[in-house]
């Protein structure tokens, strides 16, 4: 297999290539190019090694990305740049390549375009960087993954291969963040090496959506199940005279419902792919039917732990090559599909964001009105993040004289010291007792029938 990752950084862009446009402005690969080299020069000079990058813009974040790939650099990917967050990883960077000055004691590179600058050549590498994302582990301290160029190279020459033909000269429009690994893939590295053109801008809304279907025949979609999800309704379910003509989803399983859904309104299912930060891309489907299964891509091999259902997985994208045990149960069909059944661990996805549940519980333990906290998920009337507490003396004076909305909104600023304010809980519950058993283990029934009305 044709390394194109590794081959496009070697040689650049070509003058002409298409790299980034917007609705009002587009990059080439010679201005590309030019500031690449630009922000190159500024990295080679420092004597930092672990550099932060981080820019909402992604055509400034890809000659970012790229300056500091072929500097060297150790490139560090938080997955928010929420205070609390970036306290956390403090000790994981030197320095911060960014378009705002997230941290006041790091040295800083701002990162922003640039007119009028020196036509200097793409820049050569003789020792690529490397990748570092950050994941909610089990325990819910962030956990580091570390991807080399030759990770990342493989995953993105295995979707050229097996997604190519569905791709004729496609544009690439996101909706999805590129600081997190889908979309750094999805919507960076894999379109700059396939040079296929990207939006820079971010989709948020159906508005935005379809005034670039109906300027682009060939458009391909990268979305999540959240969005997907609502799509079809701000569409009233109608079919679209123009339509992306491929749409990924990844981050959760979508509902059989939301992919025809989907189809209903652009003639064609989504293709959802299956994996996380960890293990890269592991499987990819169609909902043809109900219960889809799930189909490994090539380099991938799967088995089936008998003991308890897990997922065990060999991928040239992950550190070793030895067998990896994953927290995701599934149901062997074949040697190279599988339906996915439930997680095995407390990690879940909110708006396809993963959260730990234990991370979040935790920062809720340390505020002095909380006794105890527990976290779940409820299915109804919608799936939500919901939480329990327990209050402590003062949270119970609180609440018995400031009321239950106030109560709710400091736990909610809180909360939003460390995590995005998508991902906080919804729903809330203050019962005099946490619901146990005689063994004093928390009863999930319990805990959601505290949630069965409002």
């Known amino acids: 297999m044709i390394n194109i990752l590794t081959s496009w950084l070697t040689l650049g862009p070509i003058e002409q290539q298409l790299i980034s446009f917007n609705h009002h402005n587009i990059l ?62 403090n000790d994981q960077f030197d320095a911060v390549l960014s378009d705002k000055e997230l941290v006041s004691n790091k040295p800083f590179i701002p990162l922003e375009a640039l007119a009028d600058l020196p036509k200097l050549p793409w820049p050569k590498s003789n020792d690529w960087g490397c990748f570092t994302l950050f994941t909610s582990g089990s325990s819910g301290e962030p956990k580091a993954v570390t991807k080399t160029l030759a990770q990342l190279d493989s995953e993105v020459s295995t979707l050229e291969s097996t997604f190519a033909k569905h791709l ?36 948020e809304y159906p508005e935005t959506l379809s005034y670039y279907s109906n300027l682009f025949s060939q458009l391909c979609l990268i979305s999540s199940p959240a969005h997907l999800s609502r799509l079809p309704a701000s569409l009233d379910f109608q079919p679209q005279m123009r339509a992306p ?70 991928s040239p994208y992950i550190e070793h090559d030895s067998w990896m045990k994953c927290n995701d149960k599934i149901q062997l069909t074949n040697d190279d599909e599988f339906i996915l059944q439930e997680r095995l661990d407390r990690i879940v996805k909110i708006e396809e964001k993963r959260l730990s549940l234990v991370e979040m519980e935790s920062l809720l333990h340390t505020h002095p009105m909380v006794e105890v906290a527990r976290l779940l998920i409820v299915e109804q009337p919608k799936i939500q993040l919901a939480a329990v507490i327990e209050l402590s003396q003062s949270g119970k004076e609180y609440l018995d004289t400031k009321g239950k909305l106030s109560l709710n909104n400091i736990f909610k600023s809180y909360l939003l010291t460390k995590f995005e304010r998508v991902i906080l809980p919804k729903r809330w519950r203050y019962p005099n007792q946490m619901p146990v058993n005689r063994q004093g283990k928390l009863v999930q029934s319990q805990l959601l029938a505290l949630f069965t009305h409002d």
């Open 168 to 203: 004729p000269q496609c544009s690439i429009i996101s909706t999805v963040s590129h600081q997190h690994i889908y979309g750094l893939l999805f919507k960076i590295l894999w379109p700059l090496a396939s040079r296929r053109p990207f939006l820079s801008e971010l989709i």
């Open 28 to 89: 080439t690969g010679e201005c590309f190019s030019h500031q690449v080299a630009y922000f190159h020069q500024q990295l080679i000079e420092s004597p930092h090694k672990k550099w932060l990058v981080s820019c909402d813009n992604s055509e400034l974040f890809a000659i970012g990305l790229c300056a500091a790939l072929i500097a060297g650099k150790d490139i560090i990917l938080p997955s928010s740049v929420q205070p609390a967050n970036l306290l956390a990883l």
């Open 245 to 314: 003509s491929l749409v990924f989803s990844s981050g959760g399983p979508l509902t059989y419902e939301a992919a025809q859904g989907i189809k209903q309104c652009y003639s064609t299912l989504p293709i959802e792919v299956f994996g996380s930060t960890e293990t890269g891309g592991i499987a990819y489907r169609r909902q043809y039917q109900e219960q889809q299964t799930w189909k490994t891509f090539a380099p991938i091999q799967i088995k089936q732990d008998e003991n308890d259902g897990a997922l065990w997985l060999k």
